[in-house]
């Protein structure tokens, strides 16, 4: 069974395990030899393979105990942007930046412990087994991973094509079957785009329901954390496990903890086992579906929706007549708040120095212009410049009364309908060094993701198949606040019914 460990999602290692047919440790010495063997992607930042198999003995004693969670003893990869604690990983924290390259973090991002060992005073953890730091766009900055300044991590569908960004590394590892399950944050779409583009599932919660304290900020009104996986129910187990109120972060939601699995398998009224998705309404927006959109992604699109048609769901046109909107105003907002987050990057307390200096206004500019890559930079100036005197209340104050704006449209298509479809991207992966010389291309490439996240609202990508290039195409879901149980149950279904999301890449 060794052989085929990597073929199995979180779920399906945790039954093994249970079972007794597989340690935690045969399975972390599995998936580290593969990855090493895959080092040409260039999706891990760093590993602690020692560390690693320390943590899979100990999992495999827990279970030993009787003491096993339903994640307990799956590994699990972080994407950079999250802190670790150096003395108890050795793992460094980056952020994909040479601002932070060699950052040795005092503790846990909450995410790393509640998925990990836990934190001391606030009882045990999920128990995963951490594998190492996968590789991010600089700051969470990019759709294309290009913009590490560790290096481009490539899809593994295509080396000569972006696995997309931000957490491009962390899709990537999943889509390469050298992780089964991997975490990654969403601020204008950086799971659900990747996810899209590598072919894996990924889930967006509402804002607040992950904690974002130890996420390193880019624009801390859109950060959220999340999963990325090979299927709903992986994402299900895994958001169970990261999600809940925390004290530390005050945008965190004030909820009860969530078991999504169990959401998840919940049967709506009027289901039967051929239909289970009965009575569920989709909106499908027409601004979702413009003459622009690459014919293979609505093809594949079209023919996952038929499929969920098909197990019962009704499709309702719908409209969301803000969406060309939500490009310029995300492209306010979230360099403003960017601006001010890392304004912190000063070379005095942490992080890089520029080694010659002439004074303390010098040794700012030259730290700052040595320490940050160029999409950082651009976005730090678009920040300030809006923010700036004279300049606030006709841009940041406008894109924030749009935002609103935004938010009402999805509000009155959830008086018709549960759930809102379409694409995640407006074409399959595109190829390497394509579009860096036209950032403005890249950022509408984020057409079809930035609503939901700047309404705050839960989506999520699971694949529907090949486009061009027999390069992966995803089907985005939208939800109402806190509808997490919706989304999971209707990707459950839809992923019960087809095999789109067991595809892997050639040769892996």
Same mark, same amino acid.
């Given at each position: 069974?060794?052989?085929?460990?990597?073929?199995?999602?979180?779920?399906?290692?945790?039954?093994?395990?249970?079972?007794?047919? +597989?340690?935690?440790?045969?399975?972390?010495?599995?998936? #580290?030899?593969?990855?090493?063997?895959?080092?040409?992607?260039?999706?891990?930042?760093?590993?602690?393979?020692?560390?690693?198999?320390?943590?899979?003995?100990?999992?495999?004693?827990?279970?030993?105990?009787?003491? @096993?969670?339903?994640?307990?003893?799956?590994?699990?990869?972080?994407?950079?942007?999250?802190?670790?604690?150096?003395?108890?990983?050795?793992?460094?924290?980056?952020?994909?930046?040479?601002? #932070?390259?060699?950052?040795?973090?005092?503790?846990?991002?909450? +995410? *790393?412990?509640?998925?990990?060992?836990?934190?001391?005073?606030?009882?045990?953890?999920?128990?995963?087994?951490?594998?190492?730091?996968?590789?991010?766009? %600089?700051?969470?900055?990019?759709?294309?991973?290009?913009?590490?300044?560790?290096?481009?991590?490539?899809?593994?569908?295509?080396?000569?094509?972006?696995?997309?960004?931000?957490?491009?590394?962390?899709?990537?590892?999943?889509?390469?079957?050298? *992780?089964?399950?991997?975490?990654?944050?969403?601020?204008?779409?950086?799971?659900?785009?990747? @996810?899209?583009?590598?072919?894996?599932?990924?889930?967006?919660?509402?804002?607040?329901?992950?904690?974002?304290?130890?996420?390193?900020?880019?624009?801390?009104?859109?950060? &959220?954390?999340?999963?990325?996986?090979?299927?709903?129910?992986?994402?299900?187990?895994?958001?169970?496990?990261?999600?809940?109120?925390?004290?530390?972060?005050?945008?965190? @939601?004030?909820?009860?903890?969530?078991?999504?699995?169990?959401?998840?398998?919940?049967?709506? %009224?009027?289901?039967?086992?051929?239909?289970?998705?009965?009575?569920?309404?989709?909106?499908?927006?027409?601004?979702?579906?413009?003459?622009?959109?690459?014919?293979? +992604?609505?093809?594949?699109?079209?023919?996952?929706?038929?499929?969920?048609?098909?197990?019962?769901?009704?499709?309702?046109?719908?409209?969301?007549?803000?969406?060309?909107?939500?490009?310029?105003?995300?492209?306010?907002?979230?360099?403003?708040?960017?601006?001010?987050?890392?304004?912190?990057?000063?070379?005095?307390?942490?992080?890089?120095?520029?080694?010659?200096?002439?004074?303390?206004?010098?040794?700012?500019?030259?730290?700052?212009?040595?320490?940050?890559?160029?999409?950082?930079?651009?976005?730090?100036?678009?920040?300030?410049?809006?923010?700036?005197?004279?300049?606030?209340?006709?841009?940041?104050?406008?894109?924030?009364?749009?935002?609103?704006?935004?938010?009402?449209?999805?509000?009155?298509?959830?008086?018709?309908?549960?759930?809102?479809?379409?694409?995640?991207?407006?074409?399959?992966?595109?190829?390497?060094? %394509?579009?860096?010389?036209?950032? +403005?291309?890249?950022?509408?490439?984020?057409?079809?993701?930035?609503?939901?996240?700047?309404?705050?609202?839960?989506?999520?990508?699971?694949?529907?198949?090949?486009?061009?290039?027999?390069?992966?195409?995803?089907?985005?879901?939208?939800?109402?606040?806190?509808?997490?149980?919706?989304?999971?149950?209707?990707?459950?279904?839809?992923? &019960?019914?087809?095999?789109?999301?067991?595809?892997?890449?050639?040769?892996?």
């Amino acid at each position: 069974m060794n052989s085929d460990l990597h073929t199995l999602g979180a779920a399906g290692l945790a039954r093994a395990m249970a079972a007794g047919r +597989v340690s935690s440790v045969e399975i972390t010495q599995a998936l #580290l030899a593969r990855i090493r063997a895959h080092e040409e992607l260039g999706v891990f930042l760093a590993l602690q393979p020692e560390r690693a198999l320390a943590e899979a003995a100990q999992a495999d004693a827990a279970r030993a105990r009787g003491q @096993a969670g339903p994640l307990t003893g799956v590994p699990v990869a972080h994407k950079d942007i999250f802190v670790t604690d150096f003395a108890r990983t050795g793992l460094p924290s980056t952020a994909g930046s040479k601002m #932070l390259a060699g950052y040795a973090s005092p503790f846990d991002a909450t +995410v *790393v412990a509640r998925l990990g060992p836990g934190e001391a005073g606030r009882g045990p953890g999920a128990g995963m087994v951490t594998l190492g730091k996968l590789n991010c766009d %600089e700051f969470a900055m990019g759709s294309s991973n290009e913009n590490s300044a560790f290096g481009p991590v490539r899809n593994p569908w295509d080396r000569q094509r972006v696995p997309g960004g931000s957490s491009g590394g962390s899709a990537a590892a999943v889509a390469a079957r050298l *992780v089964p399950a991997a975490t990654g944050t969403d601020t204008g779409g950086s799971i659900r785009q990747p @996810a899209s583009l590598c072919g894996v599932t990924g889930i967006k919660p509402t804002y607040g329901v992950c904690s974002r304290y130890g996420m390193v900020a880019f624009a801390s009104s859109l950060d &959220q954390a999340g999963p990325l996986a090979r299927s709903a129910e992986d994402c299900a187990l895994l958001l169970s496990a990261m999600s809940g109120f925390d004290e530390r972060d005050a945008t965190s @939601a004030q909820r009860p903890a969530q078991d999504y699995a169990r959401l998840m398998q919940q049967a709506r %009224e009027g289901a039967s086992a051929a239909r289970p998705l009965a009575g569920l309404r989709i909106g499908l927006p027409r601004e979702f579906f413009p003459a622009a959109l690459a014919g293979d +992604v609505d093809g594949a699109v079209r023919a996952a929706l038929a499929e969920l048609e098909g197990l019962g769901a009704t499709l309702l046109d719908v409209s969301l007549p803000r969406t060309e909107l939500s490009i310029p105003v995300y492209y306010i907002i979230a360099p403003a708040e960017a601006s001010s987050n890392l304004s912190r990057f000063d070379g005095v307390k942490f992080g890089h120095r520029a080694a010659r200096y002439a004074d303390l206004e010098d040794m700012y500019k030259k730290t700052r212009a040595e320490g940050f890559g160029p999409e950082v930079q651009r976005r730090i100036m678009i920040g300030t410049y809006v923010l700036s005197h004279g300049y606030y209340d006709a841009y940041y104050l406008q894109a924030q009364k749009l935002r609103r704006m935004i938010a009402d449209d999805f509000q009155a298509c959830f008086k018709s309908c549960d759930l809102i479809a379409g694409p995640v991207a407006p074409t399959v992966a595109w190829k390497m060094g %394509e579009q860096g010389d036209d950032p +403005v291309k890249a950022y509408l490439a984020d057409i079809f993701t930035l609503p939901a996240s700047l309404a705050g609202l839960p989506g999520m990508s699971l694949p529907a198949g090949l486009g061009a290039h027999d390069m992966p195409v995803g089907l985005q879901l939208i939800g109402n606040y806190f509808d997490e149980g919706t989304l999971l149950h209707a990707a459950h279904a839809l992923q &019960q019914a087809t095999d789109f999301h067991t595809r892997a890449p050639a040769g892996f």
